[in-house]
């Protein structure tokens, strides 16, 4: 290109105003529901009475006959959780201290639509009769399940703010031009949905029906938006 032509090119550039852009601000929630594909259940074994030992000793020995009954039942992933012993004063006269110590048993079963299995509620039926504490049952989502809903979240919150972005475009007399920023915040899954707190002992098998999870993503965009009088 000659310096003749290079000077027009760059008047020309200069010449041309440059088209003015509103930055479009937005934000959705996503939300989709999924079935959970996993029963669980929390119980927690317990014991209190004057004598750290012997309360450590008879956890420790439900904890083991639990964990025991709980493998045999095919399909079922047992674990524990922390492990606590402490002392306790009673509001007495005179006061009194006992000591209580307890640890967390946590079952997983895969499950459609996370109904358990009558092997597992009775398992817990069991559990309960040796004096575990039944907490929590009810269903929850694996890890590809989880993730699964969670880009179905994200994908309906994109949804939300093209519609979202169209419309204010729409409103100023615009059309919607680049994505510039683009921010995806999608939360965990909550964790098991609760269908009930036995603490009976010597009850019958629990039930349980849990409903579906619902999987939330936080997505926000700056969108430019662009006069429709520009080229």
């Given at each position: 290109?000659?310096?003749?032509?290079?000077?027009?090119?760059?008047?020309?550039?200069?010449?041309?105003?440059?088209?003015?852009?509103?930055a479009l601000r937005i934000?959705?929630?996503?939300?989709?529901?999924?079935?959970?594909?996993?029963?669980?259940?929390?119980?927690?074994?317990?014991?209190?009475?004057?004598?750290?030992?012997?309360?450590?000793?008879?956890?420790?020995?439900?904890?083991?006959?639990?964990?025991?009954?709980?493998?045999?039942?095919?399909?079922?992933?047992?674990?524990?959780?922390?492990?606590?012993?402490?002392?306790?004063?009673?509001?007495?006269?005179?006061?009194?201290?006992?000591?209580?110590?307890?640890?967390?048993?946590?079952?997983?079963?895969?499950?459609?639509?996370?109904?358990?299995?009558?092997?597992?509620?009775?398992?817990?039926?069991?559990?309960?009769?040796?004096?575990?504490?039944?907490?929590?049952?009810?269903?929850?989502?694996?890890?590809?399940?989880?993730?699964?809903?969670?880009?179905?979240?994200?994908?309906?919150?994109?949804?939300?703010?093209?519609?979202?972005?169209?419309?204010?475009?729409?409103?100023?007399?615009?059309?919607?031009?680049?994505?510039?920023?683009?921010?995806?915040?999608?939360?965990?899954?909550?964790?098991?949905?609760?269908?009930?707190?036995?603490?009976?002992?010597?009850?019958?098998?629990?039930?349980?029906?849990?409903?579906?999870?619902?999987?939330?993503?936080?997505?926000?965009?700056?969108?430019?938006?662009?006069?429709?009088?520009?080229?």
């Open positions: 290109m000659s310096r003749t032509a290079s000077i027009a090119l760059l008047l020309a550039l200069a010449a041309s105003p440059a088209v003015a852009q509103t934000g959705a929630t996503g939300e989709a529901p999924a079935a959970p594909d996993e029963a669980v259940a929390a119980l927690t074994a317990q014991a209190t009475g004057p004598d750290a030992a012997s309360v450590q000793a008879k956890v420790n020995a439900m904890m083991a006959k639990a964990l025991a009954a709980s493998r045999v039942v095919p399909g079922v992933v047992a674990t524990t959780g922390s492990y606590d012993a402490e002392p306790q004063t009673l509001d007495t006269q005179p006061p009194k201290t006992v000591y209580q110590a307890s640890q967390p048993l946590n079952l997983v079963l895969p499950a459609k639509d996370g109904l358990p299995p009558a092997a597992f509620t009775d398992l817990l039926g069991r559990l309960q009769q040796q004096g575990l504490l039944l907490n929590d049952l009810g269903g929850d989502l694996s890890p590809q399940a989880r993730q699964a809903a969670q880009q179905q979240a994200v994908l309906a919150a994109l949804a939300q703010i093209q519609a979202q972005a169209a419309a204010v475009a729409a409103q100023l007399h615009e059309r919607m031009g680049d994505v510039k920023t683009l921010n995806v915040n999608a939360a965990p899954a909550p964790g098991p949905q609760p269908l009930m707190a036995m603490r009976a002992m010597a009850a019958p098998a629990p039930v349980s029906a849990p409903g579906n999870i619902s999987v939330t993503a936080d997505v926000t965009a700056e969108v430019e938006l662009t006069p429709l009088s520009a080229p």
